[in-house]
């Protein structure tokens, strides 16, 4: 899975016993995140679908992120419900923002446990 | 951010209807405000406020025959409170314009902006065909800003208004 650098965004993957890893790194405050995310998030579920992985997105280095990428992370906890794919979000907890705007997100905290969110 | 009254703070200025902007302004208030404030909480909340209201102008706001000159930022603290406030063209009658209208309403109507954001939240899930903006930004000033937001079309301009207490950020 080859890592995504797109503005002043980048994100890491690096593999381990199934779980694929994806370090955020930087901005995502683009127009129009989702035309660069959805296509790299179909080409990592494909990757997970494959190997019957799962996925853990790392956001405790992003400096910050626009709404529109919001939206496109919620998009991608459906898609990986839909999919069986268990998606784990981690969250820097000292950090305000990321407290807030991650919290808010488990509304989509299911018993299917197919989804978690993660503070550190 | 509790001696706001001791300090002056006002920034007002047009510019260029250019998508690096959002970034370069809302950084740039973001060090202004903690060159005086000195809190990173509070000062990431105001640049992500200006933020939002920047992207909403710069998606909603007429920028073919619309004044140029009109896309202005305002960032001031009067009594206690700071406000961000963001000016963009709009065409008369235009449906946008209706609509944020409509959403700042349907924003306030709510007691508490965690529910509406959750609402809006639970909606942009539940629309699977992607056919309506998500218009999240807005909520998410009311919600992780904890703002009070007003709009009011004028003078074929809209003006949205985010206002919030800095001992709350």
């Known amino acids: 899975m080859e890592k995504l650098i797109h503005g002043d965004l980048s994100i890491e993957v690096t593999v381990a016993a199934g779980v694929f890893r994806c370090a955020w790194h930087g901005r995502s405050s683009e127009r129009a995140p989702a035309e660069t995310l959805r296509p790299w998030f179909a080409k990592l579920l494909e990757a997970v679908l494959a190997g019957a992985g799962s996925i853990e997105m790392h956001f405790e280095q992003i400096e910050r992120f626009n709404s529109s990428t919001i939206t496109a992370l919620i998009k991608l906890i459906q898609t990986c419900r839909k999919n069986n794919v268990l998606l784990v979000m981690v969250y820097d907890q000292t950090l305000k923002w990321q407290r807030l705007s991650f919290d808010a997100l488990r509304v989509f905290e299911k018993n299917d446990g197919l989804f978690h969110l993660r503070p550190v | ?169």
């Open chain 2, 1 to 169: 951010m509790t001696e706001i009254d001791e300090f002056v703070f006002a920034i007002d200025l047009t510019f260029r209807n250019e998508w690096r902007n959002v970034d370069l302004l809302s950084t740039s208030v973001q060090n202004c405000f903690l060159a005086v404030f000195a809190d990173v909480d509070g000062c990431h909340t105001i640049a992500m406020v200006t933020g939002e209201l920047l992207e909403n102008a710069l998606k909603y706001g007429d920028w073919v025959a619309g004044d140029r000159g009109m896309f202005r930022l305002r960032v001031g603290s009067s009594e206690g409170d700071v406000e961000v406030s963001v000016q963009s063209p709009v065409k008369q009658n235009d449906s946008s314009a209706t609509s944020l209208l409509e959403q700042v309403t349907w924003i306030e109507s709510f007691g508490d902006p965690a529910q509406a954001y959750r609402a809006r939240m639970l909606a942009i899930a539940n629309d699977e065909q992607d056919v309506a903006p998500s218009r999240l930004g807005l909520v998410r000033i009311a919600f992780e800003g904890n703002c009070r937001l007003s709009a009011k079309v004028e003078h074929d301009a809209v003006t949205v208004t985010a206002r919030f207490v800095p001992d709350r950020v």
